[in-house]
């Protein structure tokens, strides 16, 4: 017996000998794994961060890519980098709403970035667009007239720009005189929005007969419900309660048969225009 416990001795001790070598090596892997998976993410991190500073984002992110490394990095890539490179509007959309609502000010950056590299017209009228959304129409008044210059001091787009800043700002006179020069300037230029702006324009100065002469013709080819939901209001501020109603209607009936797309975009004015019936009754 004694013989046999001998004989069995080495083979044991080499036996354990090769346990311990393979648990060794199997550990070796499992931190070489690690290592080379945490490299990897702290260069995802590092680029990150350097596409955050370099693009003007929130700088909020480079806490929340440090601070939360899986779910920091993953929030950064959904809600700034996916937005420019999926390419369905409608996934666009969803992400664009998404970006907005976590960093509201996210575009009125990008664009000021955008003029002080280069200073074009097209950067200009994006970021005068982004500070009219911020409500800033002053400021935005300001980068407009930087932008009317040269070729471009008559460009529609850019008057129109100008006069829904101006509009904003409470200066409706300065906004209709700038519609005026945009349509003795530009005489082929139609439209919808810059003739309903008119309109407001028109009624804010008091001028409550041509305003209504406008609503009426703006609302003949409008597409929204905007534009014949205030020809109604004014037409019942001033009196004229069964056109108003006869308006009003006639909206209704047009969204009742109009797709869901129509009346989901268009609630708002839509009920808005059932409100106003609902008063004329």
Not at 154 to 173: M, T, V
Request: positive net charge; aromatic residues 8%.
């Amino acid at each position: 017996m004694t013989a046999q416990i001998a004989v069995h001795a080495p083979a044991l001790r080499s036996h354990g000998r090769r346990r311990y070598r393979d648990h060794g090596a199997g550990f070796k892997l499992v931190c070489m794994s690690y290592s080379y998976a945490l490299i990897i993410h702290l260069i995802i991190q590092a680029a990150l961060i350097v596409h955050c500073i370099r693009t003007g984002r929130n700088m909020l992110w480079i806490l929340a890519i440090l601070l939360l490394p899986v779910a920091g990095p993953i929030a950064y890539v959904i809600v700034e980098l996916l937005p420019g490179m999926v390419g369905g509007s409608g996934t666009r959309r969803t992400l664009r709403g998404m970006q907005q609502a976590l960093d509201p000010g996210y575009d009125l950056r990008r664009y000021e970035a955008e003029v002080r590299r280069s200073g074009d017209v097209a950067s200009r009228q994006h970021y005068a667009e982004a500070l009219l959304r911020a409500g800033r129409p002053q400021e935005a008044i300001e980068v407009y007239r930087q932008a009317l210059t040269g070729l471009y001091a008559s460009d529609p787009n850019l008057l129109l720009g100008l006069a829904r800043a101006q509009f904003e700002q409470g200066a409706a006179a300065e906004a209709r005189t700038t519609l005026d020069e945009l349509n003795a300037r530009n005489p082929q230029f139609r439209s919808p929005d810059a003739h309903l702006l008119y309109a407001r324009a028109l009624e804010a100065e008091g001028n409550r007969e041509r305003a209504l002469a406008e609503y009426a013709a703006v609302s003949r080819y409008y597409a929204g419900a905007e534009a014949p939901a205030r020809y109604a209001h004014l037409l019942r501020e001033c009196g004229k309660k069964e056109e108003a109603r006869g308006v009003l209607k006639e909206l209704l009936e047009h969204a009742r048969l109009a797709p869901r797309y129509y009346r989901r975009m268009q609630r708002e004015w839509l009920l808005q225009a059932e409100r106003e019936l609902s008063g004329l009754s």
